[in-house]
């Protein structure tokens, strides 16, 4: 059976753009002072803490501990606590990097699958595995706490325009018919993956890639 594509496939951490290394350090720009580009060493080394807490949040939840965190990283504690000082600056950052990533895969696939179709057909499985298998990460959306009540505009503001590229893309070759709403096939799909839950009978994948093969024009 083949590996499952995932995010880190598409678009190695070490590949991710400027927008998404300022989206997790913005603690300067309240302040007014610009926010000076960190070293490609510190990038990396904030990159393997994200890399490493979005693992440890698939297998224990956002509130595993912090030691296991940095176990995972080869760091100690106060590595973390000095990149995050608190548990909320730590998820709210692995969320972030997490949506940039599949942010920049959508170009990446458009550029290197065999068809636009086949394209968005690859991202919606990035997408559902980002609902599914990240469940924690995209439970903070529905967080009563405050300072994640931006990250639901943020998700919707770097993954709408990249869904509806995929679907100008596979419109403009004709696979699919043209008019289609990203949001709306975004909720849809974010609908199916609602239901995944532990059931092993129900494969969120396969029914998100069903609808996916029904946007296809009749030949």
Request: glycine fraction near 8%; proline fraction near 5%.
């Amino acid at each position: 059976m083949s590996r499952l594509l995932t995010i880190w496939d598409v678009v190695p951490f070490s590949k991710l753009g400027s927008e998404g290394k300022d989206a997790v350090n913005e603690s300067d720009e309240g302040a007014g002072r610009a926010v000076r580009p960190k070293r490609a060493d510190a990038r990396r080394n904030e990159e393997t803490l994200l890399n490493a807490a979005a693992a440890i949040f698939v297998t224990s939840g956002v509130e595993a501990p912090i030691r296991d965190i940095a176990a995972k990283a080869g760091v100690g504690t106060a590595t973390i606590y000095r990149h995050f000082p608190t548990r909320a600056d730590l998820i709210i950052a692995v969320y972030r990097h997490q949506v940039e990533a599949l942010a920049q895969a959508g170009p990446a696939l458009l550029a290197t699958s065999a068809t636009p179709h086949a394209a968005l057909g690859r991202w919606i499985d990035l997408f559902v595995d980002f609902l599914v298998t990240k469940h924690g990460l995209a439970a903070v959306l529905q967080s009563d706490d405050p300072c994640f009540d931006p990250l639901h505009s943020y998700f919707l503001e770097r993954l709408e325009p990249v869904c509806t590229e995929l679907l100008d893309a596979a419109a403009g070759s004709s696979e699919i018919r043209s008019g289609l709403d990203a949001y709306e096939l975004m909720r849809g799909v974010g609908g199916l993956c609602a239901g995944a839950g532990n059931n092993p009978r129900y494969d969120a994948r396969r029914l998100a890639q069903l609808l996916i093969a029904g946007l296809r024009r009749p030949h």
